[in-house]
């Protein structure tokens, strides 16, 4: 027997440890998840195995068949190839499990968690996937016919080529899956999101895909033909190449579709939102005034010469449709084709004599041609066929607002508001005619309507600066100059007002800056001068003022400006 003590014995403790020491770090390096072999064992023998940990197991090709293996954890195992058909996998964790051509059929995975798992080629016919969590996961060429879907969780899942048939997709998401390649046809999807999904090269013949979203989805090469989509949401999807055939698109939302090498025969287009640069391929089903809005679309984004193509084709599909040729004059006139444009209002007063919108248009347009009486004279007549026509008593108020009447101007501006609260041209009109009559507080309400009711209007900016300019407040004032120049550069009135209020707010150097602004832009802006000369004055720089004063002066003179040449003229005596 050996003691603590003697030699031998202590050569085996040693030697003991050492062992010890050496294998270390292996059994430290063991992951956590190792297999239970207990638990392999018991569903090996037993077919059962609830709430067992699985994990990393390899069941690849074995026989599962109704193997109760509720809420079990299975992750990462590999089960390819398995026939698991009729097993309970409620709740069962799933994660990153290899399930590809495994048999599936009839097996209950009701809220198990099949993240990111490979179940291509995989056997789910009549599988309950209820709050499953699909997300991530491979299932291209699974067999899914007859599959519980309700509640299923499928984001950037993988369903290429799948079979879907006879399965109650209401209430589910596609939103971002891929389904290229899928046949869709006997697959109700009715109320199903499938908002940027794929489907390309899809068969959906003859589907029914009525008020279906499919936002941003990828549908080149998709066949449609027959299917219908009326009221269907595609607003920036990419319908390239196509099959739309006899398909119904009527009341979808089509802006932003790329149809380009679509085919589209007998396609209903009635009723759809169209918004896209260029007309689709001839062949397809829409009236006069589809064609009308889809170019009242391009004319919001002010691409006038689309527009006109679209409106052109309203013409010939309905030669008399006032609208469409008073749509087409707006647009002509926006191009400087105001003859053009006079013609067509003319043409939409000889087809309909009572379209109010034709001779107010007729009007806008005179407007420009400073043919004021005849302007007058349709503004008056669109108010007497519709006394209701908000935009015809705000072109009357432009006319009196030119004619000076400031008065009626106010009259006629504020039954615009009355009529139409929104309507930014005539809160800018009655501003004019407060600035001129000098309630300039009223005034600055007004372009600040004018202001928020318009999209980033320049001149509204403009006219607000001025009123705060006449109230003295030249900082704001300062700032709304600064935005009327931010929005046109090349607005020379606005950096000679802002010249002004620099000037009176003592930033000489600046108010310099801006004069050159507007000299360079308006080589004549005698006014540009005097008031550069005036800050070069205070500046204490009396040469450089007397050649900006006498600049002045002599454009004042070419003008036959009195008032400015005397003003000048003293200026310069007092040099």
Known sequence: MFTSTTPSYRRSIKKFFATIAFFAPILVALPSYAEK????????????????????????????????LYDANLTSADLSGTDLSGADLRYTELKSTQLSRANLSRTDLSGANLSNADLSGANLSGADLRNADLSNTNLSNADLRGVNLSGVTLTNAD????????????????????????????????????????LNRANLESVNLRGVQLKNANLTYANFRRADLSNANLQGSNLQYANLDNSDLSGAQLAGVNFRGATLLDADFRGANLDSAQLPSDGFIAEAPDYTRWGDNRYKKSDYKNAIAYYNRAIEVNPKFAEAYTSRGLAKSRLADNEGAIADYNKAIEVDPKYARAYNSRGLTRLDQKDYPAALADFNKAIALNPKYAEAY????????????????IADASEAI?????LSEAYNNRGVAQYALKNYTAAIKDFDKAIDNSNNWAWAY?????????????KDATKDFDRAIELDSDYTEAYYQRSVARFARKKYDDAIKDCDRAIERNPKYAEAYENKGNSLLALKKASEAKEAFQQA??????????SGIERVQQLIAGL
């Open 418 to 422: 009355r009529l139409n609260p929104k």
């Open 159 to 198: 369903l290429r080529g799948v079979r879907l048939d006879n399965v109650n997709l209401n209430g589910v998401s596609f939103d971002g899956v891929n389904l290229s390649g899928v046949d869709l046809r006997n697959v109700n999807l009715i109320g199903v999101s499938l908002n940027g999904v794929n």
């Open 553 to 562: 002066a002599k454009i004042y003179n070419q003008r036959n400006d009195a």
């Open 462 to 474: 403009f006219n607000r600066g001025l009123s705060r300019q006449a109230l003295e407040d030249y």
């Open 394 to 409: 705000s072109g009357r108020a432009t006319i009196y607002r030119i004619q000076k009447d400031y008065a009626a101007v």
């Open 37 to 68: 072999p207990e638990h392999v064992k018991q569903l090996t023998e037993t077919n059962r195995c609830s709430k067992c940990d699985l994990s990393y197991t390899n069941f690849s090709r074995k026989n599962l068949v109704r193997a109760d």
